[in-house]
């Protein structure tokens, strides 16, 4: 049965997006503590998956219904962005747990809250896409995300930086270095997010 354009989509969005928000913030709560017990990691397994089960309802509606509220290809793209962006906290969760460390640096302490506050950015530019008339708002978010973007990449190279300058332990350079580099890649997957919202725009005004 095919069902009517508007409304469902914005609301999976909007749930997407406030997973999102969730569970970034335990990411962080969860870095600033070094707490990656079985019980965490679990939990942001759990947030990962819901997202996935979000995703899913995303393609299926999308195949039952004939009039969507903007393209096809974007719709789905930014699902599958906002799915990357859970996909990558959960592994970096799981990564601190494997390599048992329970005492992040400064910089993946850095990292994790440039990427809360990245996904606060994104919920907003999702919230407005209902109305159009708040297309400035959505663009003062999405321009946001990307100088939280820019802002993570100086983090990571810092970091790595001094990795390479002070730490001896090969192994510990090798895992440090993977995690600044994953903590990234999840503020980009954000930036990605937006670009998608951006072409949106674009597209429909």
Not at 15 to 34: P, R, T
Not at 72 to 85: K, P, Q, W, Y
Not at 137 to 148: A, D, G
Request: proline share 3%; hydrophobic share 40%; aromatic share 8%.
């Amino acid at each position: 049965m095919l069902i009517p354009k508007e409304v469902k989509f914005f609301d999976l969005f909007d749930k997407q997006a406030e997973n999102l928000v969730l569970s970034a913030d335990f990411y962080k709560k969860i870095i600033d503590e070094g707490a990656f017990t079985p019980e965490n990691v679990r939990a942001m397994h759990e947030k990962e998956h819901y997202g996935d089960e979000l995703t899913h309802t995303v393609i299926n509606t999308l195949n039952e219904t004939f009039i969507t509220p903007f393209d096809r290809e974007d719709i789905m793209a930014l699902a599958n962005h906002m799915d990357d962006i859970l996909d990558a906290m959960y592994m970096i969760t799981n990564r601190f747990a494997l390599y048992k460390i329970t005492n992040p640096s400064e910089p993946s302490k850095k990292l994790a809250d440039i990427l809360a506050r990245a996904t606060k950015s994104l919920q907003k530019a999702i919230n407005t896409l209902r109305n159009k008339k708040s297309m400035k708002e959505t663009l003062m978010q999405c321009v946001e995300i990307n100088r939280l973007e820019n802002e993570a990449d100086v983090v990571r190279d810092e970091a790595i930086s001094s990795l390479f300058e002070k730490e001896k332990d090969p192994i510990a350079i090798i895992k440090h270095k993977e995690l600044y580099e994953e903590a990234e890649n999840a503020v980009d997957f954000c930036e990605h997010t937006a670009a998608v919202i951006e072409s949106i725009l674009v597209k429909n005004n």
